[in-house]
């Protein structure tokens, strides 16, 4: 069974930081690809970070200097590191893992998600 459970969101308040985690199970992890992101009510889900299987990162610029992501193989999980955080930043995080060369029933898998709540 494929599992990506997300930990490590709370409340916070602006300027502060928070480190993400998501735990994967059930993939060969170094083959994939691992993402943030998020989505606050009334809006989309929006791409926050990737981090390619050889270890090159992307961000959104809204948290670019910010943010950074990060994985570990050995431990088969991604972290997402945040500082300086925005009340803006509120969101449900969801952590995603997907590989190009896989079948499309094996190529995307998705967390259940963590709460990040930034108060004013």
């Known amino acids: 069974q494929v599992q990506l459970v997300e930990s490590g969101g709370g409340l916070v308040q602006p300027g502060g930081s928070l480190r993400l985690s998501c735990a994967a199970s059930?993939?060969?992890?170094?083959?994939?690809?691992m993402g943030w992101y998020r989505q606050s009510p009334g809006k989309q889900r929006e791409l926050v970070a990737t981090?390619?299987?050889?270890?090159?990162?992307n961000y959104a610029e809204s948290v670019k200097g910010r943010f950074t992501i990060s994985r570990d193989n050995a431990k088969n999980t991604v972290y997402l590191q945040m500082n300086s955080l925005k009340p803006e930043d509120t969101a449900v995080y969801y952590c995603n893992a997907h590989c190009g060369g896989c079948p499309s029933a094996l190529r995307d898998y998705w967390g259940q998600g963590t709460q990040v709540t930034v108060s004013s």
């Open positions: 981090i390619t299987a050889g270890g090159s990162t």
């Open positions: 059930g993939i060969t992890f170094r083959f994939y690809a």
